[in-house]
Antibody, heavy 119, light 108 residues
C-alpha cells in the first residue's frame, strides 16, 4: 500500500492554474493507478481523473478540458494541473491510489490540500 | 454516469446500537466495484469495505457490507464512539468513478 503526501499552492486567483503534486513512498509505481479527487460542501466527493504507470490518463468529462494528470516515475510523484480556475474549483483536493486494473478501490489517500480561488 | 443515492442522510444513534446504511446505484454495479469509506472531520476518507463485502486491512469485524442487485448496505453491528463519522459509498464499475452524497452517523 503506497504512502502519499501532497503539496501545492492553496490560494489562487480566478483564471490561474492549479498545480498539485503527490509524492509516493513505501511503494512502487508499477501497476498502480494514481488519482485526484476533490471535495466540496456542495458537490461532495468528485473524482477528477487517473493516470496509470504507463502515463495513460482518464478524466471526468465535467473537467476534462481543463485537467492534466501526469506522472514522473523518476521522482516518484504524480501531478494535477487545472487551468482557468474559478470560485467553483474551491475545494479540498486529495491524491489517492488503487492497486491495479482489477482492484479498483482507493486504499491510499494523501492528507488533502485546501485550494481556495478568490480575487 | 452512475449515480449513487445514500439513505438516510443522517442517522442519530447511541453507542452500542446497530447502524444500517444504504446505497442504491442508478444502474448495475458489480459487487467487486463497490466500496465504502469512513470520513472524520479534517481527515481523508478511509477505506472500510471493498468488493461490496470485503473488509479492508485493519478494519474491525463490526463493519460488514452486503449487496442485493443495485442496493448495497453497510452495517455497523455495535457503534463504538470512534464510529461517529460520515460514510460514503463509491463505484468503480464505470468512468467517471462516482461517490454517494454520504450518510452522517451522529450521537443521539
Amino acid at each position: 500500500q503506497a504512502q502519499l503526501q501532497q503539496w501545492g499552492a492553496g490560494l489562487l486567483k480566478p483564471s490561474e492554474t492549479l498545480s498539485l503534486t503527490c509524492v509516493v513512498s513505501d511503494g512502487s509505481f508499477k501497476n498502480y493507478y494514481w488519482n485526484w479527487i476533490r471535495q466540496t460542501p456542495g458537490k461532495g466527493l468528485e473524482w477528477i481523473g487517473e493516470v496509470d504507470d504507463s502515463g495513460t490518463s482518464n478524466y471526468n468529462p465535467s473537467l476534462k478540458s481543463r485537467v492534466t494528470i501526469s506522472i514522473d516515475e523518476s521522482k516518484n510523484h504524480f501531478s494535477l494541473k487545472m487551468t482557468s480556475v474559478t470560485a467553483a474549483d474551491t475545494a479540498v483536493y486529495y491524491c489517492a491510489s488503487f492497486p491495479n486494473y482489477f482492484d479498483t478501490w482507493f486504499d491510499s489517500w494523501g492528507q488533502g490540500t485546501l485550494v481556495t480561488v478568490s480575487s | 454516469e452512475i449515480v449513487l443515492t445514500q439513505s438516510p442522510g443522517t442517522l442519530s444513534l447511541s453507542p452500542g446500537e446497530r447502524a444500517t446504511l444504504s446505497c442504491r446505484a442508478s444502474q448495475s454495479v458489480k459487487n467487486r466495484y463497490l466500496a465504502w469509506f469512513q470520513q472524520k472531520p479534517g481527515q481523508a476518507p478511509r477505506l472500510l469495505i471493498h468488493d461490496a463485502s470485503r473488509r479492508a486491512t485493519g478494519i474491525p469485524d463490526r463493519f460488514s457490507g452486503s449487496a442485493s442487485g443495485t442496493d448495497f448496505t453497510l452495517t455497523i453491528s455495535r457503534l463504538e464512539p470512534e464510529d461517529f463519522a460520515v460514510y460514503y459509498c463509491q463505484q468503480s464499475e464505470d468512468l467517471p468513478f462516482t461517490f454517494g452524497p454520504g450518510t452522517r452517523v451522529d450521537i443521539k
